[in-house]
Nanobody
Framework: QVQLAESGGGLVQAGGSLRLSCAASGRTFRNYDTGWFRQAPGKEREFVATIRWSGGTTYYADSVKGRFTIFKDNAKNTVDLQMNSLKPEDTAVYYC?????????????????WGQGTQVTVSS
């Protein structure tokens, strides 16, 4: 079993950047596909990005494609989400999630382990 912890959230102006980090304890990310999701107030949680356990394949939601980058830092055992050109509509709680079945899914039910989330607020 793996425990996940997100960090790096905060308040940023529109057009700015943030880097979120998802740290794993108990197991290495080499055993999991890892995704980022987000949930805005009053909305359902939605897919943002995912990365293969090997780091070789990534998928992004259309809403973040070209602005966000998901990548693995094997030395730190983290999966990070670099977010550039942030917009107010990116405001949400961001969650990382791990899938031991390696499905590289874009839906919540493809992921078994979840972190507690980190708040990202983008002001206009």
């Amino acid at each position: 079993q793996v425990q996940l912890a997100e960090s790096g959230g905060g308040l940023v102006q529109a057009g700015g950047s943030l880097r979120l980090s998802c740290a794993a304890s108990g197991r290495t990310f080499r055993n999991y596909d890892t995704g980022w999701f987000r949930q805005a107030p009053g909305k359902e949680r939605e897919f943002v990005a995912t990365i293969r356990w090997s780091g070789g394949t990534t998928y992004y939601a259309d809403s973040v494609k070209g602005r966000f980058t998901i990548f693995k830092d094997n030395a730190k055992n983290t999966v990070d989400l670099q977010m550039n050109s942030l917009k107010p509509e990116d405001t949400a709680v961001y969650y990382c999630a791990a899938d031991p079945w390696l499905r590289l899914g874009v839906t919540e039910n493809a992921y078994e382990y979840w972190g507690q989330g980190t708040q990202v607020t983008v002001s206009s």
